[in-house]
């Protein structure tokens, strides 16, 4: 037996007739950014007159003016303003709906996410060598500090600072530490174990926002070191620990630097040690990845070979 319900259906009806035509949204959104029609339709690739069509086609479904007209250009009304707010919501809502699909549509390219640093200072030598032994193995790298959606992004996974949502995958990549190091020619022929004398040199000072309280600090180190009645030099200070480690290298100051990304620069001796005192990083990194990811051919595969030390 069908069972119909008329009125729900019916009141469905109206309210699809009732939405506005959505290249007239797109053009009121843009003729608002602009004021001035001539500027909209140079920006969208049409005539100013298909503008002018497109606006007063919605200012009659809506009912109601949505621009004062001036040989300046146009100005929103009142209303305008107020119905702009609920114009940009409503394509900015179809855009994440689309970006969701996206992410749904099969590729053969692994993207992963992660931080600046970790990207230059630690995966991509360990992304190219990978690629070398698995040619058949596409991989992008983003670099970013956003975090990522991945409801919204076709990301396949990100290397986080920390775990993030608990539906998500969290496989252990390493726990990082800091080393007190500098540039040879910063020390100028010093006792690397001379620490009196080492710690009048600048201290570069590395600043995480809302994650500096699980980066272990200048403050934290002199103590351990029998220092803390000592407060830190002051110094060049950096939101990146690439640019951080750039800055020691210069002979700039003295650094506390994550063993994991400084240590080409000591291999090269670009970075010298300058004491056997390290501190932890208070969170570990982590490949995080939806299940989704499971199923993608050769994802597995790479997730493997990123958490193998030797790849």
């Known amino acids: 037996m069908n069972v119909t319900f008329p009125n729900i259906e019916k009141q469905l009806d109206i309210i699809m007739l009732k939405l506005p035509n959505l290249n007239s949204l797109i053009t009121f959104i843009n003729a608002a950014q602009t004021g001035n029609f001539a500027k909209t339709a140079k920006a969208l690739c049409i005539t100013p007159a298909a503008v002018s069509q497109q606006i007063k086609l919605l200012e009659s479904h809506v009912e109601t003016l949505l621009f004062e007209r001036s040989k300046q250009g146009v100005e929103l009304t009142q209303a305008g303003h107020q119905y702009l707010y609920f114009a940009n919501q409503a394509v900015e809502s179809l855009q994440r709906g689309q970006a969701s699909l996206d992410q749904l549509k099969p590729q053969s390219i692994f993207t992963l996410n992660t931080l600046p640093s970790v990207a ?47 539906s998500l995958n969290h496989d252990f990549l390493f726990q990082d530490d800091v080393h007190l190091v500098a540039s040879p020619s910063l020390i100028n022929g010093m006792a690397q174990g001379d620490l009196d004398a080492l710690l009048e040199k600048p201290m570069i000072h590395i600043d995480w926002g809302d994650d500096n309280a699980f980066l272990p600090n200048w403050q934290d180190w002199l103590t351990v070191a029998g220092y803390q009645n000592r407060q830190p030099n002051k110094g060049p200070q950096f939101n990146l620990s690439s640019m951080a480690i750039d800055a020691a290298i210069q002979g700039k100051g003295l650094l506390l630097g994550q063993g994991l990304f400084i240590q080409n620069a000591l291999r090269t001796g670009q970075l010298v040690s300058l004491s056997d005192i390290t501190l932890s990083l208070r969170k570990a990194y982590y490949l995080t990845y939806p299940d989704r990811t499971k199923k993608k051919a050769g994802a597995m595969v790479l997730i493997e070979q990123l958490k193998n030390e030797e790849s």
């Open 120 to 166: 230059s200072l630690w995966l991509m030598p360990k992304v190219l060598l990978i690629m070398e032994k698995h040619p058949d193995l596409e991989i992008r790298v983003e670099a970013s500090h956003s975090a990522v959606d991945f409801s919204l992004s076709r990301c396949d996974a990100t290397i986080s600072f920390g775990k993030q949502c608990a």
